[in-house]
């Protein structure tokens, strides 16, 4: 098989083989050195700003610069749908010990439980749409060849990128998002199958992929499920011109990630990766912790973001500091079955390519 060379050559890449931004959850995901390696190696790295400073997009996006002349991107997040109506830890932290102190005692008693030492997470804010609006602006500033948004407002998106060399790229998980993101005017949208790592929808990616390539007129990214030339190759047969990979990527060397994390990639079955809303509030595929089983065995509703967000990132820290990363959120897909190897980025580049070309 070949890859769509007009797509190539409108933007400048040698492969369409997106590297997915992915945020900062348990360490790292995309390192400056993931992005450039995936880069120098034909594809397209992209780095995950979400839970990352000003300073830290800055610093990552000059080293990235520093070390690759490819084009790469910066992946964002903008919610519009926030549910408290505050910023700031401490005062997410009051709603609940106000509203909801039976949650506050659970995540302190399942503290207890594992002989986990309490502590609050000591950054000052949560997710907000200032926040992601600063990025974007800084993102802009640096002239980063491409922007990419899981969960939010395209339309923002769009209207900032104007009159600038940043291509945009939307994440949809229904054909509905993804007719709103072609009429908003962006430029790749990436499908996203239920199967993906992640914040996912409902859609699985057979039933997704064709879809929305009929009812956009931009070129779609297939994401969800995909570790090889093969996923490749079926979302090319669907109509995509390449792929959007997050999972597989979690298997190379250069990620920032806890060994234990990287362990539970490399043992799970696909079956160990559930879609849950525990950790942050909305439903995202994760590893299948011990803490899933305790959450969905008692009886509290599972706050809205960013509440359950707040409330269990200050568990997720507290276990991080008493060493218990096998507890932490782990985010990651059903293809992490298929892959039991840790292997160099620009390595999985090169065999996808092959696997494909192959075909
Ligand atoms: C660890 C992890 C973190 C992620 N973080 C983000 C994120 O911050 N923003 C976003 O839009 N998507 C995020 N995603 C989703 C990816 O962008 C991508 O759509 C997904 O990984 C594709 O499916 P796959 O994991 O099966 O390859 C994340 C996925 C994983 C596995």
Redesign the pocket.
């Known amino acids: 098989m070949q890859f769509n060379k007009d797509f190539c050559e409108k933007f400048n890449i040698k492969y369409p083989i997106f590297q997915?931004?992915?945020?900062k959850?348990m360490g790292t995901?995309t390192t400056p050195e993931l992005v450039y390696e995936v880069s120098n190696a034909g594809g397209v790295g992209f780095l995950?700003a979400?839970g990352l400073t000003l300073d830290e997009i800055e610093n990552s996006v000059k080293e990235i610069k520093k070390n690759t002349d490819k084009p790469f991107g910066v992946?964002t997040?903008l919610p519009f749908d926030i549910a408290a109506q505050s910023e700031s830890r401490d005062e997410v932290r009051n709603i609940i010990k106000q509203k909801y102190p039976e949650h506050f005692t659970y995540v302190k008693a399942l503290c207890e439980e594992y002989q986990i030492e309490f502590q609050e997470l000591p950054a000052k804010e949560t997710v907000s749409r200032r926040v992601a609006e600063e990025q974007i602006d800084l993102i802009l500033d640096l002239e980063v060849p491409f922007i990419?948004m899981?969960?939010g407002d395209v339309t923002y998106l769009v209207t900032r990128t104007k009159n600038t060399n940043t291509k945009t790229l939307g994440?949809v998980g229904n054909v509905k998002t993804a007719k709103i993101h072609n009429d908003a005017g962006i430029d790749i949208i990436?499908a996203?199958g239920y199967?993906?790592?992640?914040?996912t929808g409902k859609i699985a990616n057979f039933a997704l992929l064709p879809q929305v390539v009929d009812a956009v007129n931009v070129p779609v990214l297939a994401?969800?499920?995909?570790g090889d030339g093969r996923g490749i190759a079926a979302s090319v047969a669907f109509g995509c011109v390449g792929a959007?990979?997050?999972?597989?990527f979690?298997f190379s060397k250069e990620v920032d990630i806890y060994s234990q994390h990287q362990r539970q990639l490399i043992e799970g079955s696909s079956e160990d990766f559930v879609v849950s809303t525990t950790y942050t509030g909305k439903p995202s595929r994760i590893y299948k912790t011990e803490i899933l089983e305790k959450w969905n065995s008692q009886n509290l509703p599972t706050l809205p973001m960013p509440l359950q967000f707040v409330l269990f990132d200050d568990f997720v820290w507290s276990a991080e500091q008493s060493k218990k990363y096998e507890l932490m959120n782990n985010?990651?897909?059903?293809?992490s079955g298929m892959i039991n190897e840790v292997k160099n980025a620009k390595d999985i580049v090169k065999e996808m390519v092959q696997e494909f070309e192959a075909l």
């Open positions: 997915a931004g992915m945020g959850t995901p995950g979400s992946g997040l990419s899981g969960l994440l990436v996203q199967e993906a790592g992640g914040h994401a969800g499920g995909i959007w990979i997050g999972t597989a979690l985010p990651a897909g059903q293809i």
